[in-house]
């Protein structure tokens, strides 16, 4: 199976400063590279799909980007409902498989 | 957008089958979509766990293929996930969704099952 390792497992940011996340996969996925916010007690959320692409209703502080191996989640002038967890998640190889998450909390 | 909603057992007991239903509304499952099952453990990672498409064409994780069945009823607007003879690593948050091939879009708010005796 593709593995996803993703870092760092926590990070710690101010509110309006600039969060970058980072998801590294064990073979390559192209492009087919998603990420997800979860909040506690929630369903995760789709951000990001292919990489870049924000889904219906992401506001534009939410962008990715990568390719290949390494993949980059950036969240620009975070604000209070952004604390969450973020996983990346690879649909090329065959399973499908998720990383382990980066806990963005505040600093 | 759709609406999902999980339901089924939140206990059940080591080498029995756990069974769950994803109850859709706002979307007639049989028109199109692959619809998918994920599971969480406590303090753990997600997992995808298999996808049905809407002709019925079942995508199953190979660790899970030899205790897993997944099948729909488009008359009720539900598929359904059965998982034999589980242990206590099969407890976890369990999750179905509306998927784009493997991509899970849309996800139900998760239903926890755990396995003990």
């Known amino acids: 199976d593709t593995v996803m390792t993703q870092s760092p497992a926590t990070l710690s940011v101010s509110p309006g400063e600039r969060a970058t996340l980072s998801c590294r996969t064990s073979q390559y996925v192209g492009r087919k590279l998603a990420w997800y916010q979860q909040k506690p007690g929630q369903a995760p959320r789709l951000l990001i799909y292919d990489a870049s692409t924000r889904a219906i209703g992401i506001p534009a502080r939410f962008s990715g980007s990568g390719s290949g191996t390494e993949f980059t989640l950036t969240i620009s002038g975070l604000q209070s409902e952004d604390y969450a967890d973020y996983c990346c998640?690879?649909?090329?190889?065959?399973?499908?498989?998720f990383g382990q998450g980066t806990m963005v909390d505040i600093k | 957008q759709e609406h999902l909603q999980e339901s089924g057992p939140g206990l059940v007991k080591p080498s029995e089958t756990l069974s769950l239903t994803c109850t859709v509304s706002g979307y007639s499952i049989g028109s199109g979509f692959f619809w998918g099952w994920i599971r969480q453990p406590p303090g753990k990672g997600l997992e995808w766990i298999g996808t049905i498409y809407h002709t019925g064409t079942t995508n199953y994780n190979p660790s899970l293929r030899s205790r897993l069945t997944m099948s729909m009823d488009t008359s009720k607007n539900q598929f359904s996930l059965s998982l034999t003879s589980v242990t206590a690593a099969d407890t976890a948050m369990y999750y179905c969704?509306?998927?784009?091939?493997?991509?899970?879009?849309?996800w139900g708010q998760g239903t926890l099952v755990t396995v003990s005796s």
């Open positions: 998640y690879q649909y090329y190889n065959w399973p499908p498989t």
């Open positions: 969704a509306r998927s784009e091939q493997q991509l899970p879009e849309n």
